[in-house]
């Protein structure tokens, strides 16, 4: 019985460090493939919906799950006569309270982190996008070193270093990573209405010379063309920014003097990315766009899908570094790789390539290798040897020294006159029949003439 309950909290316990691990490798290869589909499939009314809109609304959702568990958190510690105003405005006390501005910088990048990770899903394949994003892991190590003074051992640079090899060996050009999805070079974007149901039904339409204004726009949205370069960038740049924000998130919370829950950090961190989600992707950037054709032109259940799941994977990515292991993180990068590779040739006819394969397997071992501390800890060195504290301890409590216990000695008998003479300092009762003789120098003299007269 004993061992049973001992079992339980340990399965319990691996349980609730893995599960977290288990479920962003769950998000990140369903966004990777919902976003790339959504970005590359039939537009929903001729339109293709605005990443900007996607941002905001990621956002939005963000800030009503994280505000929800918020508000939970606090009415547990509240008393239950409160009413809900008062919860409410305690709460905003809470959020825009002590450092909470400094949560706008790593807000601000993951507003611009994941519109770049929408434009490099644009132009990349999702397996490429994917392990080319695995970059963030140094760009996670550069600022990690530089804001957190992190040292970083040269097993971890090794690792890196092959890391950045796999990237570039995955990003070498070959014939099909230009192709769009749609090979019949005979179908174009109609203009009617008619032409659109002959094309639900099978009817591909015939090359025109038409040159009305817009049809280049008209034609890049109904045939996407995957641009590598540009594709190329937007990770580096999102994974960048990725970086920036965890390192600056984690030392926010380490010089924090006052403790705040996680749900309370997410809301801080979803009010403060809504303000450049809004101002700056939509006013600013698609404006006239949404004021020509709608927010929500484009969208469908595949938009709907990659912003819920990328808002889920948000709040997920809080309680990474207090309910998950590196082993367990680690596992879940690769396994995340490993499925992203087989939905992308599932779904979008994926050709691997050789370059792929062996650029692939260098960034899985990189990965795998880097957030496993059982690989990357240096080996602990011994203790070193104090010779001023051996020979304290050697010594006795007068400084002469003390002969270890395996020592070889030889004790020297004495004479009779002498054991008899020496008596010790402390104090004891003659044994009967002797009489006890006087350590004093001057009385025995005395007495030894004494017995002379």
Do not use: C
Request: charged fraction near 15%.
């Amino acid at each position: 019985m004993g061992d049973r309950a001992q079992r339980q909290p340990s399965r319990l316990r691996a349980a609730t460090t893995t599960l977290p691990w288990i479920l962003m490798t769950a998000e990140s290869t369903a966004f990777a493939l919902l976003a790339h589909y959504s970005r590359v499939m039939p537009p929903a009314g001729g339109k293709r919906y605005l990443t900007s809109t996607a941002v905001f609304l990621v956002e939005v959702v963000k800030l009503a799950i994280s505000l929800t568990m918020a508000l939970y958190d606090v009415s547990k510690a509240a008393p239950p006569s409160m009413p809900a105003t008062s919860l409410f405005f305690s709460l905003t006390s809470a959020v825009f309270s002590g450092d909470s501005w400094k949560l706008a910088i790593p807000a601000s990048l993951d507003v611009l982190s994941n519109s770049l990770l929408y434009i490099a899903l644009s132009n990349l394949r999702a397996a490429t996008f994917q392990v080319t994003f695995q970059i963030k892991f140094l760009a996670t190590a550069v600022f990690g070193l530089l804001l957190l003074k992190r040292s970083i051992p040269a097993r971890k640079w090794g690792l890196l270093l092959l890391l950045v090899v796999g990237v570039a060996l995955v990003q070498m050009p070959d014939a099909g990573s230009e192709q769009i999805l749609k090979d019949d070079a005979n179908h174009h974007f109609p203009r009617s209405l008619e032409e659109w149901k002959a094309v639900k039904q099978g009817t591909p339409l015939q090359k025109r010379s038409a040159t009305y204004e817009g049809i280049e726009e008209d034609l890049s949205t109904a045939d996407p063309h995957l641009n590598p370069t540009i594709g190329l960038l937007a990770t580096i740049g999102a994974s960048l920014a990725s970086g920036l924000a965890s390192v600056y998130f984690e030392k926010v919370l380490k010089d924090s003097s006052k403790h705040i829950s996680l749900w309370v950090r997410n809301v801080q961190l979803a009010v403060y990315s809504v303000f450049p989600a809004l101002f700056i992707g939509i006013v600013f950037r698609d404006g006239e766009k949404i004021a020509e054709h709608g927010f929500f032109q484009g969208y469908n259940w595949a938009v709907w899908s990659t912003i819920i799941v990328q808002a889920l994977g948000g709040i997920l990515s809080a309680f990474y570094a207090s309910h998950a292991q590196k082993d367990a993180r680690s596992l879940g990068t690769t396994t995340n790789i490993i499925l992203t590779i087989l939905g992308s040739a599932w779904l979008f006819d994926f050709e691997v390539t050789a370059s792929f394969i062996v650029g692939t397997a260098a960034v899985l071992v990189a990965t795998h290798y880097y957030g496993n501390p059982t690989y990357t800890q240096a080996i602990p060195r011994p203790p070193p040897i104090r010779i001023d504290s051996y020979e304290k301890d050697a010594a006795g409590p007068e400084g002469s020294p003390v002969a270890p216990p395996n020592d070889f000695s030889i004790k020297l008998p004495t004479t009779p006159f002498l054991s008899e003479g020496v008596s010790s300092s402390r104090p004891t009762s003659p044994s009967p029949g002797h009489t006890r003789v006087s350590s004093s120098r001057h009385a025995s003299a005395s007495g030894y003439f004494d017995e002379k007269k």
